[in-house]
């Protein structure tokens, strides 16, 4: 499976972002996917999964409440909905997937896209 994240760019404390995440491929439906995070300086942290099915998210606790994750399986498509922003949401987003039995969030992922950049201004 091959993926393309878009929709990044400059926003200022308090906005929103819409990322969009297109997975190509004939089976790229049936992967679980994910959005990560590399903050400079830091480390790559996981933000938030969804299951293949949908029916399973999971957030980490820094975003809980701000960002969206949801897919759309006929368009072969992830979205991470981010509002109320703040500048420690500034990093590169590495949509991600991987492909297992099961309907869950693992914890790797096998397959990542090239990173889309957010900023977060003060």
């Known amino acids: 499976v091959q993926l393309q994240a878009s929709g990044g760019g400059l926003v200022q404390a308090g906005g929103s972002l819409r990322l969009s995440c297109a997975a190509s491929g004939r089976t790229a439906s049936t992967y679980h996917m994910a959005w990560l995070r590399r903050a400079p300086g830091k480390e790559r942290e996981f933000v938030t999964g969804?299951?293949?099915?949908?029916?399973?998210?999971k957030y980490s606790d820094s975003v809980k409440g701000r960002f969206t994750i949801s897919r759309d399986n006929p368009k072969n498509t992830v979205y991470l909905q981010m509002n109320s922003l703040i500048p420690e949401d500034t990093a590169v987003y590495y949509c991600a997937a991987r492909w297992t039995y099961g309907d869950y969030v693992p914890r790797e992922y096998d397959y990542w896209g090239p990173g889309t950049q957010v900023t977060v201004s003060s």
């Open positions: 969804i299951s293949r099915s949908g029916g399973n998210t």
